[in-house]
């Protein structure tokens, strides 16, 4: 078998978004694992529909995610005169013929057809033309003649054999009015041109694959293997797309989101690894990933789901590189001042790491290490505790804290000295702790005030022990 050769091929028409990314990675983890080649390609050849700064978005994307292709880029528009070629090459042969309908012509035929309820498709009014040179000042297309009867029977890494009609298939534009080609034509030359052995894309390009797999035949090439991805759908099963969630690679990105994490998810939206493992390292993706256990039905885009792996993936992270990728959501947040310590984030950071199930949920969790809670006095007592009994409970807190000595400020510490003071005075959990949490975070949900309270230092949690105390009266 020849190299393996795979390429991802998006269109620059905006960001690079969820459906393009999964793409990617099994083009990637496919050429890896055969210890092949992942190629990128640009096509670009729809010019009206190009968005600034699309290009840039794609390849800085891939390079965040750790899809790095080989090579340099192919740009189709940067290689017209070789479609051009291969078209008329395609018409002298006979396998293609000029098409000069207009286009109010062909949207008369739509409408016709369309009353009738008969299938879209050109009906072939220029088929018998035989001249390959366009007549001085006439636009025309260049059309790919396909054949009329009989069955072209595709096989498809994922989906088998599948047969398809010719009678149903329309003769395709290779080379539009503009010069430019399709994407037909310009797909099956490129990937001919760069070697590519596998063509692994979406399942909307499926009814495409007999078109592409006659063209490879009229120009006398061996075409590749095909496998079509299975559509992302949304969890009530209706096709994903921007409108509905699959939104840009970026938004992750910018949610917090980790590229490992977001990698594994994707890789699960069709691939099965026919075991009970869901957390995967790139590497192991790489060795276990096979189009055979991907799935030919839609696979469902489960939010919950992502938001649990890449959880996983933030409580295994070393603290250290935890930090280092807070500190920019933190300051974008406005936490944190040119005097913030850095082992004080990094002391805040390792208590909220288990709860985090994305970067941008940390700022609402650990504002109150920054800044003083906004503090509701109905939430400091306990159930039926009295506002009298609470405030007796948080001023002895206080007072047990003002004269524990510094060697003492750790969680062991405290909660030893705590718990004496609540067998003396016969107080239990709820009515000592529950005060003692909301006095320090505002919270009723946070890490245990013991481990809080080192981390607050003993001027700030005796500062917010008196306010919440206070605020009883």
């Keep these: 078998m020849a190299n393996v050769r795979t390429r991802f091929s998006p269109s620059p028409t905006g960001k690079l978004h969820i459906g393009g990314l999964r793409t990617a990675l099994y083009n990637f983890l496919y050429a890896r694992q055969q210890q092949g080649e992942f190629l990128l390609r640009i096509e670009d050849t729809d010019q009206a529909r190009l968005v600034p700064g699309a290009v840039e978005n794609i390849i800085q994307n891939l390079r965040w995610a750790g899809l790095a292709f080989d090579h340099e880029p192919v740009t189709q528009s940067e290689r017209l005169p070789l479609y051009r070629r291969y078209a008329e090459q395609l018409l ?52 790919f003649s396909m054949p009329q009867v009989g069955t072209i029977a595709c096989d498809d890494l994922i989906r088998g054999r599948i047969l398809f009609n010719a009678a149903t298939l329309d003769d395709q534009i290779l080379m539009k009015t503009d010069g430019f080609p399709t994407y037909h034509l310009a797909s099956v030359v490129d990937d001919h041109e760069m070697k590519i052995t596998h063509v692994v894309r979406g399942e909307e390009w499926l009814p495409s694959m007999p078109k592409h797999i006659l063209l490879y035949q009229a120009l006398d090439w061996t075409p590749p293997a095909f496998a079509h991805l299975p559509l992302l759908l949304n969890p009530d099963r209706s096709k994903l797309s921007k409108r509905t969630g699959d939104v840009a690679v970026d938004e992750y990105r910018e949610a917090g989101y980790l590229p490992d994490a977001l990698l594994n998810f994707v890789a699960l939206l069709g691939w099965n690894p026919g075991t009970e493992q869901e957390v995967f390292s790139l590497q192991e993706l790489i060795e276990k990933f096979s189009f055979g256990r991907v799935n030919k039905s839609g696979a469902v885009f489960n939010r919950e789901k992502l938001d649990w792996i890449n959880g996983m993936y933030l409580r295994h992270l070393p603290t250290d590189q935890l930090v280092a990728l807070a500190y920019p959501v933190l300051q974008t947040a406005g936490l944190l001042k040119p005097s913030t ?9 390792a208590l909220e790491q288990s709860r985090l199930k994305r970067l941008d949920e940390l700022p609402p969790l650990v504002q109150y290490f920054f800044d003083d809670p906004v ?13 009298a009994d609470c405030k007796t409970v948080l001023m ?45 975070s505002g919270r009723r949900a946070s890490p245990g005030p013991f481990e809080i309270l080192p981390v607050l230092g003993k001027t700030t949690s005796v500062a917010r022990l008196k306010r919440a105390a206070n605020a009883l009266s």
């Design 92 to 143: 002298a042969s006979g396998h293609a013929y000029r098409c000069t309908c207009t286009a109010e012509r062909l949207e008369s035929l739509r409408r016709d057809q369309e009353a009738k309820k008969l299938p879209m498709r050109y009906d072939g009014r220029c088929r018998g033309r035989t001249d390959t040179a366009p007549a001085s000042g006439e636009p025309s297309v260049i059309r």
């Design 341 to 349: 310590p850095r082992d004080f984030v990094q002391r805040v950071i």
């Design 375 to 387: 503090l509701d006095p109905a939430m400091l007592p306990w159930r039926s505790q009295t506002a």
């Design 396 to 440: 002895a807190l206080t007072g047990l804290l003002e004269g524990l000595p510094d060697d003492r400020l750790t969680a062991d510490g405290l909660q030893t000295a705590v718990k004496s003071m609540m067998e003396e005075r016969k107080w239990g959990n709820g009515e000592t702790l529950w005060p003692l949490r909301v006095a320090l």
